[in-house]
């Protein structure tokens, strides 16, 4: 067996701090809290997610600005933000390809995929905005039911 571990406060001293661990200053942090506050809220609704998918990048880009305005986001970001919902998206065969082009830095391959996805990825958005349109419960109101 492993001998146990036991920290004392001169090894806690030590530690890096973890939340500001990588960011040259505190703005570059509230953004990186901000983007991923708001990626995990597309990944709870997926509807919003689908809409960003098919409106476009170029939709996507002027809707993020103001999302985080006055942080003078560059486009890089937010370019790689709109290829994560473009996988997240689409159906796991395609989800391959996509990751396999961003690995090969293939914007052609990226876009091919994409493509064939987009079929898939228009029924799914018909098929929730049906769905939530019939559910009992509101968006705006963090799901309480409607009376």
């Not at 040259?24 to 509230?30: A, F, L, R, S, V």
């Not at 986001?73 to 395609?94: G, K, L, W």
Request: charged share 30%; glycine share 6%; with cysteine.
């Amino acid at each position: 067996m492993g001998k146990a571990v036991s920290l004392n406060d001169n090894d806690i001293a030590r530690l890096p701090d973890l939340p500001n661990n990588g960011y040259g200053t505190h703005k570059e942090k509230e953004l990186s809290d901000a983007i991923m506050f708001f990626m995990r809220g597309m990944e709870r609704d997926r509807l919003t997610m689908l809409n960003i998918v098919l409106g476009g990048l170029a939709l996507w880009r002027k809707t993020a600005r103001g999302i985080w305005r006055g942080f003078n986001v560059p486009d890089e970001p937010i370019d790689e933000i709109y290829r994560y919902f473009c996988i997240q998206a689409s159906q796991p065969e395609y989800q391959v390809l996509m990751l396999d082009a961003i690995k090969r830095k293939n914007v052609d391959l990226f876009r091919d995929a994409l493509r064939h996805s987009w079929p898939s990825i228009e029924e799914q958005q018909r098929a929730l905005a049906v769905m939530e349109k019939w559910t009992p419960y509101e968006r705006q109101r963090g799901g309480r039911l409607i009376m």
